[in-house]
């Protein structure tokens, strides 16, 4: 059983910043990808950055040169390093972790409100 658990969301002013965290703990063995998603209401959700276990990184476009995602291996921790945040980053967070086997699980989300 794996268990991911999401920390660090909550109320920003626009061009304020948050540091995102995702720790996986469980029956953990070799972690390929973890990344963090995010779905605005009536939205679909949508991928914001990822990084593999050797440091590969994926952002969205929108994100691009403002979010920062950073990963410590030896704690099975992600971090989503957000600054310069706009009203439209304002969304539910979710972390994935996904292993080499295919199989991949899901935390239950923190949310991020960017409103003045």
């Known amino acids: 059983q794996v268990q991911v658990v999401e920390s660090g969301g909550g109320l920003v002013q626009p061009g304020g910043s948050l540091r995102l965290s995702c720790a996986a703990s469980?029956?953990?063995?070799?972690?390929?990808?973890m990344g963090w998603y995010r779905q605005a209401p009536g939205k679909e959700r949508e991928l914001v950055a990822t990084?593999?276990?050797?440091?590969?990184?994926t952002y969205a476009d929108s994100v691009k040169g403002r979010f920062t995602i950073s990963r410590d291996n030896a704690k099975n921790t992600v971090y989503l390093q957000m600054n310069s945040l706009k009203p439209e980053d304002t969304a539910l967070y979710s972390c994935?972790?996904?292993?080499?086997?295919?199989?991949?699980?899901w935390g239950q989300g923190t949310q991020v409100t960017v409103s003045s």
């Open positions: 990084i593999t276990s050797g440091g590969r990184t």
């Open positions: 994935n972790v996904a292993f080499l086997n295919g199989h991949n699980y």
């Open positions: 469980g029956s953990i063995f070799s972690i390929y990808t």
